[in-house]
């Protein structure tokens, strides 16, 4: 008859205890880096997929109002000073708005990640140019642009905001000039 | 000729005529400091449609309470662009800079 049938699953009080060896520097080291690793790409993998690149979607709405054959203006061929004043209340004081070699055509208010921005129609000798400006947020860069066909957008920071032109590609080293 | 009642330019829709005129804009409340002086007003201007201008300065400035009113009983030959002008010179000869709208520094 057995009197300590309850420890036959656990260790017997005697033996020797198990001890493992413990893991080997290196490999511990590895492992926590690739965990590190994979959570980093994980998280930046994430952010790329979930916001899309804030000057592409910028330059996207510059190009679509651009494309747009009648749009509606908030105002019709304003003066500089008209203008000036509208603008003052879109995005801002000190906004960078077209020089006096563009012909204003229009502006209007639009929303773009839940901040205004002024899209303004101009003619800059014979090219009609549309000119978007906003505040930028964040990290944006400095000089970027894309062709679209016959089209090409341009973008690039004035101090705090975010500008992009768009006109005929054949034509941008002119148009271009007449913004600040 | 002479400027018409102060309206809150978010009630330009119900006062702003349309047609040529000119423009003026203030603060509802307080002073704007300018370099020699202190002022309501932010904004003068001749424009060709008074009403355009005003539902869209209204828009451009949802938030903001301003005041704005118009010129009344214009005669025929009146030189609205010059008066306009006249009207910012002496602003600017007494408070020493544009008008904060016009200003883009």
Not at chain 1, 24 to 40: D, M, Q
Not at chain 2, 36 to 61: E, F, I, N, P, Q
């Amino acid at each position: 008859m057995s009197l300590v049938e309850a420890e036959s699953l656990g260790p017997v009080e005697g033996d020797a205890p198990l001890v493992t060896p413990p893991r080997p520097p290196h490999r511990r080291v590895s492992v926590s880096l690739l965990f590190t690793l994979t959570v980093l790409t994980g998280t930046v993998v994430a952010i790329y997929m979930t916001f899309p690149a804030r000057h592409n979607v910028l330059m996207t709405e510059a190009i679509k109002h651009h494309q747009t054959s009648e749009p509606a203006w908030d105002l019709t061929s304003p003066s500089a000073t008209e203008l000036r004043a509208w603008a003052i209340g879109v995005v801002g004081k000190d906004a960078p708005l077209p020089g006096p070699g563009a012909t204003v055509i229009g502006a209007r208010r639009v929303e773009l990640f839940e901040r205004d921005a002024a899209v303004i129609g101009t003619r800059i000798g014979a090219d009609e140019v549309t000119y978007l400006v906003q505040r930028a947020r964040g990290v944006a860069p400095e000089h970027a642009q894309r062709e679209e066909g016959t089209l090409r957008a341009i973008e690039w920071r004035k101090g705090p905001f975010t500008c992009i032109a768009v006109g005929p590609a054949a034509s941008a080293t002119t148009w271009r000039a007449a913004f600040p | 000729m002479r400027f018409g009642p102060w309206y809150p330019l978010t009630a330009a829709a119900e006062y702003a005529p349309a047609g040529e005129g000119v423009v003026q804009l203030r603060v509802a409340q307080g002073l704007i400091d300018y370099p020699t002086g202190k002022s309501a007003m932010v904004w003068y201007g001749h424009t060709t449609d008074v009403r355009t201008v005003a539902l869209a300065l209204a828009r451009a400035h949802a938030g903001k309470d301003l005041w704005c009113r118009h010129l009344i009983e214009i005669a025929d030959a009146t030189d609205l662009a010059g008066f306009c002008a006249k009207l910012r010179d002496e602003f600017v000869r007494r408070f020493g800079t544009p008008p904060v709208f016009e200003n883009p520094g």
